[in-house]
C-alpha cells in the first residue's frame, strides 16, 4: 500500500501513544472469529450476551482517576451492567513481548492498542497479515473519519482510531519576545536565526531529552516531510520496492545533517541532553531553562503545564523548510484493534462503537482527559488547545501532510537511526554516511 497524505479532516487530534497488551479474552478460533465479523455485525451483542468479561491492557503508570483503569471500566458496568471490563497497565518495555507471548499462545486480550502501518511491534499492518485483528469495516464509527489508509490492510479496516498526532516545536513566547523575535520563523535559515538569537541573549535554543532515543524522532520526522517527501510523497513505498534507498544524495543525507547542524552549533547541548531523558526535558522546558522543544500534540497537557517559571505563553509551529514551502508531520494515532481469536468479537465492537460515536458518556470522558484533540462530534469545537494546533489543521485541509517515518518502515530501522545519530552527535566519530548506510542494511536485513 503506497505511502499516503493525510487529507480532509474538518478537526484533528492526537491519542496519546498508550500501548495496550495483556491477557484473557479469547478462546475461539481466528477463522470462526473472521466468518463472524464478514458480516455487519450484532448491535445487541452485549445485551445478549449474559454476564461477560472483555480483556483489555494498557502500558503506563495509573494515575489518580485514571481513565484506562477507573473511568473507562465504571462507564463500560453503568451502560451494560453484565459487562466487566477488566483493564491493566503494564510499564512500556514490557508491552511488547507481553504482546508477542500473548498472541503466540492465543491467550490476547480482546482489546489491544496497535499503531497505524508499520509503526512498532504492535503495528496493525504486521498483525494485520498475521491473522491477529477483526475486521472493523462493519463499525458505524468509520462515518466520523476521512482517510483510514494508515489503518487498513487489504481492504479491511483494522484498528479504531479517532484522530491523528502532530509533531512541532513548542516554544516559549515570553521568552522569544524578551530576545525581540516577534514572528515564528518560515525558512530553515529563519529558525537558525532565532536559535542564534536565543543563544546570544544567554538563552538555551532547544532542549530534548535524547537520553530516550526515540525523541530524536521528533525532530528528524519534522525535517524529513520538508526535504524528502514534500519531493517524493512515495519515498517509502519505493524503499519498498528498491527505487530509493536512505542513502541516495540528498534525503537522508540532508535531513541528518540540517538536525545535526542544531547539536553542532550548541542550539542543542549534546552533552546536557543524552544524559536527561523525555520527562526531564518536558519538565527543563515548562520550568523556562530552554526556549524551545520537539515534541507531539500526544505530550500537549505535560507541555503545557505550569512550572518553575510560573505561567508563560506557549506557542506551537513546524520546523520549517529551507524553501519556506512548509509541511508538517502528522498521522493517524494509534487506536484500538480487536484480536481475531476473541470470543466476543460483536461485543467489542459494540463497544468500540458506543465510546467512539462522539456523544456517549465514554466519549465525554475520553475527551475530557485533555490527551486527544477530537477529530469529530460533541466537544469536538471546545477541545482544550485547539487554536495552538490550528495552523497543522490547516496545512492538513491543504494537503500539506506526511504520515511518520517510522510508520512506513519496519520496527527497527528508527531504532538504527537513533543509536547511530547519537553516536554522532556523542562525539563517536560515526558520520551521516555511516547513518545512512546503517539504516539501508537494517532495512534490508528488517524486510
Not at 101 to 128: F, H, K, V
Not at 134 to 148: G, I, R, V, Y
Not at 316 to 333: H, M, Q, V
Not at 406 to 422: H, Y
Request: glycine share 10%; proline share 3%.
Amino acid at each position: 500500500m503506497k505511502a499516503k497524505r493525510l487529507l480532509s479532516m474538518l478537526c484533528v487530534g492526537a491519542m496519546t501513544a498508550t500501548m495496550l497488551a495483556g491477557c484473557g479474552g479469547g478462546g475461539s478460533d481466528e477463522s470462526s472469529s473472521s466468518e463472524a465479523s464478514s458480516g455487519p455485525y450484532d448491535e445487541q451483542a452485549i445485551e445478549n450476551a449474559g454476564d461477560i468479561t472483555i480483556t483489555m491492557m494498557v502500558s503506563g503508570v495509573a494515575t489518580e482517576n485514571d481513565f484506562e483503569t477507573e473511568v473507562l471500566p465504571q462507564l463500560v458496568k453503568e451502560k451494560w451492567p453484565n459487562v466487566t471490563l477488566e483493564v491493566t497497565k503494564l510499564p512500556d518495555d514490557n508491552y511488547y513481548t507481553t504482546l508477542k507471548s500473548r498472541l503466540s499462545s492465543g491467550e490476547c486480550p480482546d482489546i489491544i492498542l496497535t499503531q497505524p502501518m508499520y509503526a512498532g511491534a504492535n503495528s496493525c499492518y504486521t498483525l494485520a497479515e498475521a491473522g491477529y485483528l477483526a475486521p472493523l469495516n462493519d463499525l458505524k464509527w468509520t462515518e466520523n473519519m476521512s482517510d483510514l489508509a494508515a489503518v487498513t490492510y487489504e481492504d479491511d479496516i483494522v484498528t479504531c482510531t479517532s484522530g491523528v498526532s502532530i509533531l512541532g516545536t513548542y516554544y516559549n513566547k515570553d521568552m522569544f519576545a524578551e530576545c525581540g523575535i516577534t514572528e515564528e520563523p518560515q525558512t530553515w535559515d529563519e529558525f537558525l536565526d532565532v536559535c542564534e538569537t536565543l543563544k546570544e541573549n544567554g538563552h538555551q535554543p532547544i532542549i530534548m531529552g535524547d537520553k530516550d532515543m526515540y525523541v530524536m524522532q521528533f525532530g528528524l520526522y519534522q525535517i524529513a516531510c520538508n526535504e524528502i517527501y514534500s519531493q517524493n510523497a512515495d519515498y517509502d513505498e519505493q524503499l519498498r520496492t528498491g527505487d530509493t534507498s536512505f542513502t541516495d544524495e540528498g534525503t537522508w543525507d540532508k535531513v541528518l545533517e540540517m538536525y545535526n547542524e542544531l547539536y553542532d552549533k550548541g542550539y542543542i547541548d549534546s552533552s546536557q541532553t543524552l544524559g536527561i531523558g523525555a520527562s526531564q526535558a518536558i519538565q527543563a522546558f515548562i520550568d523556562g531553562e530552554a526556549a524551545m522543544t520537539f515534541d507531539g500534540s500526544f505530550n500537549a497537557p505535560a507541555l503545557l503545564a505550569e512550572g518553575a517559571a510560573g505561567a508563560f505563553e506557549r506557542g506551537y509551529f513546524p520546523i520549517p523548510s529551507e524553501s519556506g514551502d512548509n509541511y508538517t508531520a502528522t498521522c493517524l494515532s494509534a487506536g484500538y484493534s480487536i484480536y481475531s481469536g476473541s470470543e466476543y468479537v460483536d461485543e467489542c465492537k459494540e463497544l468500540l462503537d458506543y465510546w467512539f460515536d462522539g456523544s456517549s458518556d465514554i466519549w465525554q470522558a475520553y475527551l475530557a482527559t485533555g490527551k486527544i484533540i477530537a477529530t469529530y462530534g460533541e466537544g469536538s469545537d471546545q477541545t482544550a488547545n485547539y487554536d495552538l494546533f490550528k495552523p497543522f489543521i490547516d496545512m492538513m485541509n491543504e494537503g500539506k501532510a506526511f504520515h511518520w517515518c517510522n510508520q512506513a518502515w519496519p520496527s527497527g530501522t528508527e531504532t538504527t537511526m537513533e543509536e547511530k545519530f547519537g553516536e554522532m552527535i556523542g562525539g563517536q566519530g560515526t558520520t551521516v554516511d555511516d547513518i545512512t548506510q546503517e539504516m539501508q542494511t537494517r532495512f534490508e536485513d528488517l524486510m
